[in-house]
């Protein structure tokens, strides 16, 4: 029997895993010999509900509080479900600035940020309708987070709109700082055109000490959703190398899905170098990836295996 650490929102779980393949590559990785503490990450939940997106969107403003606390009208935008025409939009914003004294040139870009967070992809585009009637139209800040809702809401927003967005940002402006590289990394790593991040990354690993490590997590999900596993993998090594307690959940995933697609022959050879990974960083996955990881060995033809799941301390 071997053991695999994972984690869970509410409690640790151990996935006992029964087989003597998954032992065959546990003795060659030595995961089951490899001691980790185990430690709480703020990062376990991976929710898509709003009222997750909105706790968090509630922290920032608690963290941005003046006077009065600037963010607290994000509320309003978060509660609107439906696209708000030109008119709504004027009347929201002559409103937030006469009562939250936020600067004219602050609210559609504030306004943007509540949609990207939310995933609200009708009121973002109601939004960006709005920012182009007018007659600076959307600044830099605004169409980066609205690149990046539109790459977030694939099933609303196809990847030819995606990248129309994303036309508009790479000839309308040169320069970017960091956060604006971060949404733009984002926004392409989620379509075909991802190796178009790369010059961009580079821009600001020369300027900044150290890249934003949702940047290396971005480019290692987008590699292994187009089946480069090599350069996947180099990018979490560069993840857990300058960022030890980062989460690489939706990166593992992606790694796992790529070696499913992939040469049969050759997946316990990739699995391998998944288990490699996992035992030379002492990673607590989530109860998610070991599901998959589960899932893979008792998907084997060969092996006939369970995998039970329970808790960390068993009665």
């Known amino acids: 029997m071997a053991t695999l650490y994972c984690r869970s929102v509410f409690a640790f779980k151990v996935l006992q895993l029964r087989s003597s393949a998954f032992k065959h590559l546990m003795d060659r990785t030595n995961l089951g010999d490899r001691e980790s503490g185990l430690r709480i990450s703020r990062h376990c939940c991976h929710s898509g509900a709003k009222t997750k997106r909105w706790r968090d969107l509630k922290a920032l403003g608690d963290k941005t509080r003046s ?8 509320s309003e935008i978060c509660s609107t479900e439906k696209a708000l025409s030109w008119a709504e939009w004027d009347e929201l914003r002559n409103r937030v600035e006469r009562d939250w004294s936020v600067p004219r040139g602050n609210f559609e870009s504030q306004a943007m940020l509540a949609c990207a967070e939310l995933r609200n992809y009708p009121l973002g585009r ?15 800040v605004t169409l980066a987070k609205y690149f990046r809702l539109c790459s977030d809401c694939p099933d609303e927003c196809p990847e030819e709109t995606v990248l129309e967005v994303y036309e508009q940002i790479r000839k309308r402006h040169s320069a970017f700082d ?12 989620r379509t075909s055109l991802w190796r178009e991040s790369l010059p961009y990354v580079q821009s600001i690993s020369v300027t900044c000490d150290r890249v934003p490590p949702v940047i290396y997590g971005d480019l290692a999900a987008a590699a292994f959703a187009h089946g480069d596993q090599q350069f996947g993998r180099t990018q979490l090594d560069h993840l857990v190398s300058h960022h030890s307690n980062c989460n690489v959940d939706g990166s593992l995933l992606k790694w796992l899905h790529s070696i499913r697609m992939g040469d049969e022959s050759e997946q316990e050879q990739m699995v391998h170098r998944l288990l490699c990974f996992v035992r030379d960083n002492a990673t607590l996955v989530s109860r998610t990836v070991a599901e998959e990881i589960k899932n893979w060995f008792e998907g084997r033809k060969d092996e006939e295996w369970i995998g039970t799941f329970t808790s960390n301390t068993p009665e």
């Open 178 to 189: 960091v956060l604006t590289v971060t949404d733009i990394v984002h926004g392409l790593c």
């Open 126 to 140: 109601s939004l960006m309708n709005w920012a182009q009637n007018n007659s600076r139209g959307p600044n830099l």
């Open 67 to 74: 006077k009065r606390p600037a963010y607290s009208w994000f």
